[in-house]
């Protein structure tokens, strides 16, 4: 009878409760670090990419207290680069990097690379003695477009040149079209914006 007794407690206990229905919170004490403000990343205006003419560049970011930007590659934050405080003039290819701030909190870095091309006339009258003509030595770096070798289009060719250069730093750069000392996935988006074959 004990056995029975014992096979019939263990029965019991081994049998799932099942309930209608269940109240109340759980409590797993994790926090998540989800609070606060979101910091939106600024726009700007006109969007990146390569123009032939000069610009005026408004950054926004709607509610932040404050934007700061950079044209030199340094990461900017809430203390440092210069404060926006209008639109920002751009006669030459450089790259804007900016973050909006809220509370002190910086958003993520919003980075807009802009390519300047403005070429002469071909044809500018009289006047003027000789020089010129002719290729750009390779030491010079290729115009803002990705036309690195001149032949008057973006093509598999000038994206080889910057596949082979990856990476890469320094001050005369071929694939370097934003101009900022480096080969990098900026100079990429450029060559992809003129894409022409």
Request: net charge negative; aromatic share 8%; hydrophobic share 40%.
């Amino acid at each position: 009878m004990r056995y029975i007794a014992i096979s019939l407690a263990s029965l019991l206990l081994a049998m799932p409760a099942y309930a209608t229905e269940v109240s109340g919170t759980i409590n797993t004490g994790l926090s998540t670090g989800v609070e606060g403000t979101v910091a939106a990343t600024p726009t700007a205006s006109p969007v990146a990419g390569t123009y032939d003419t000069e610009l005026d560049v408004t950054l926004t970011a709607s509610g932040a207290d404050g934007i700061r930007y950079t044209i030199d590659s340094a990461a900017p934050t809430c203390s440092t680069g210069t404060a926006y405080s209008g639109a920002i003039s751009i006669d030459s290819s450089l790259t804007i990097r900016a973050v909006a701030c809220y509370n002190d909190t910086a958003s993520q870095v919003g980075i807009f690379a802009y390519g300047i091309d403005i070429t002469p006339p071909e044809d500018g009258g009289g006047g003027g003695g000789g020089g010129g003509g002719g290729p750009l030595p390779s030491s010079t770096p290729a115009l803002a477009n990705g036309d690195i070798n001149s032949d008057g289009s973006v093509n598999i060719i000038d994206f080889n040149f910057v596949v082979v250069a990856w990476g890469s730093t320094g001050s005369n750069l071929s694939a370097d079209f934003n101009h900022d000392g480096v080969v990098d996935v900026l100079d990429f988006n450029i060559l992809v914006v003129n894409w022409t074959n």
